[in-house]
């Protein structure tokens, strides 16, 4: 099992995290969410070049009130689906993280890959968004330093989703999420994008950019089903593309 303040300390010496962010990261307490995530050993992955894949799934309460479980469920599968088109299947790896700490699946193959279902995913918590952003984008550099450790370059895409504005973090806010965004898209090999689940009174654009995430990787869709399934379509195909190394400017 990886040191995590040893890698922590490899991407400040590389300067791919700032002293803020190696500060936010090695809190006390966030090393046991971020170990839960990191999965399948590097050793493991025998590629020359990886690509992650991080979702962060919202949980809380209000998406079973809104009777979005089910396009949650789908829409998320789909996009792991879809990557399995890829030429580059075998060496993309997976990590599902649900709002209220749940690891579904830590960094796995795609083909181990855990899906959502009915069975794994009850919609009942709160919305703790930058507390559990922090563990996701944590995970994300701690994995990309354990394969650049190893010289394997890896490039990354990190998808939050979410249907509220934070309710219920308890140690960070949304500036910290973005001191750690900054850093992370001061390099070309991460991407973090934002989907805002309407609520009807929720801007999800400010909500993103404060947290750091640039507009062209924010996704607003209306309420209407079908325009959610159209996002989540996106999403699938953004992953796809860049899984195959083909430069993304943004959600088209």
């Known amino acids: 099992m990886s040191d995590l303040k040893d890698l922590f300390s490899s991407a400040r010496s590389s300067g791919d995290i700032s002293n803020t962010s190696l500060q936010l990261l090695t809190l006390p307490d966030l090393g046991a969410k971020i170990q839960q995530g990191l999965g399948i050993a590097v050793d493991n992955v025998p590629a020359s070049e990886v690509f992650l894949l991080s979702l962060l799934v919202d949980d809380s309460g209000s998406i079973r009130s809104s009777n979005n479980e089910a396009l949650v ?3 998320t599968n789909e996009i792991l689906q879809s990557l399995k088109s890829s030429k580059q299947e075998s060496s993309i790896l997976v990590h599902t993280r649900y709002l209220n700490g749940t690891v579904l699946c830590p960094f796995s193959k795609l083909s ?21 952003s922090v563990a996701l984008l944590g995970t994300v550099i701690a994995k990309t330093q354990e394969f650049a450790d190893s010289g394997v370059p890896a490039r990354s895409v990190t998808v939050i989703i979410t249907d509220g504005e934070d309710a219920g973090s308890q140690r960070y806010r949304a500036r910290d999420v973005r001191n750690i965004v900054e850093d992370m898209l001061s390099h070309e090999q991460h991407i973090v994008a934002g989907f805002g689940l309407n609520n009807g009174r929720t801007n999800f654009r400010t909500v993103f950019h404060e947290m750091g995430i640039e507009d062209r990787w924010i996704l607003t869709p209306g309420a209407d089903k079908k325009d959610i399934r159209a996002a989540f379509r996106v999403v699938s195909q953004t992953a796809v593309k860049t899984s195959q190394g083909v430069a993304a400017g943004g959600f088209a």
């Open 73 to 75: 469920i789908a829409g």
């Open 112 to 132: 181990d890959a855990t899906l959502m279902s009915k069975a794994n995913y009850q919609a009942v918590g709160s919305t703790p968004l930058f507390d559990e």
